[in-house]
């Protein structure tokens, strides 16, 4: 009887083993998550980890982002750097990148126009009210973002130049790499003063006043999704999500002006 099972037992092995590793009828079915990534401005990084988890958790698409400033990612995504978006601070970037056929020409779309801001340590004993303070002799070190790839850093520039001041403040000038490098450099005392991006300063334990805009070019920032993708599909789903309901909301939160509104100040 024993003998009669064990026969039993080898005709039907092979079947089964058949079965279960025949594809798609494992047990334990491992599917690759999709996902893409993302160059971001680094005036982008609160807002967007927002605007992620929410896309994520909507559409089971993860998101990689890439920080820092405007002009190094446009080298980075010149030189075939694997991004699916860029969210520049800046819509030259992208209208640069579009020139050398390196963006789907539809997805580009100018999300929001960021404001810059004066910012000083909440224990600071300077007193900080218009941008001419920043001349004053106690701020012996002032931080913006280096002009020559970062949009906010540029701005800052124009400013200080508008104020009539920047002959008299650019010896005392650190350049950050980007714009959170350069509020960091305020947060532990390195400088005395910066001039940041307004969605940073929002989250930020620092005393700060808005620069009003008249006195540097408009810092419109732009996003597309990057020719050759892979993940075009989902990119331009972010992409999207960003000018949402939700994604406005978000980006509000943050200070940013939306499309289609005006500046509070």
Request: with cysteine; proline share 6%.
């Amino acid at each position: 009887m024993a003998s009669q099972g064990f026969q039993q037992f080898r005709f039907l092995l092979p079947l089964l083993l058949i079965i279960n590793f025949a594809p798609g009828c494992t047990r334990n079915p491992s599917r690759q998550q999709r996902e893409i990534t993302v160059a971001a401005a680094a005036d982008l990084s609160s807002a967007f980890v927002d605007l992620r988890n929410e896309f994520e958790n909507q559409t089971k698409v993860k998101v990689i982002f890439s920080f820092g400033s405007s002009g190094l990612l446009a080298k980075q995504i010149e030189n075939g750097a694997p991004m699916d978006l860029f969210a520049a601070a800046n819509v030259d970037y992208i209208d640069d990148l579009a020139r050398k056929g390196l963006i789907i020409s539809d997805t580009k779309a100018v999300y929001a126009r960021g404001r810059i801001t004066l910012w000083v340590p909440k224990d600071s004993p300077i007193s900080i009210k218009t941008i001419s303070d920043l001349a004053k002799p106690e701020v012996k070190r002032l931080a913006i973002a280096n002009p020559d790839h970062a949009p906010y850093g540029l701005a800052a520039r124009q400013a200080l130049e508008t104020a009539g001041i920047w002959p008299e403040v650019k010896p005392k000038v650190v350049y950050g790499d980007n714009i959170r490098q350069t509020l960091q450099y305020a947060q532990t005392g390195n400088v005395e003063a910066a001039i940041v991006a307004l969605s940073l300063s929002l989250q930020s334990d620092g005393r700060w006043i808005l620069v009003p805009e008249n006195l540097h070019a408009p810092i419109d920032q732009a996003l597309a999704v990057i020719q050759g993708t892979k993940n075009e599909s989902d990119a331009r789903r972010f992409a999207g999500f960003v000018d949402s309901a939700f994604g406005r909301a978000v980006m509000k939160k943050y200070g940013f002006v939306l499309p289609g509104e005006k500046p509070s100040k």
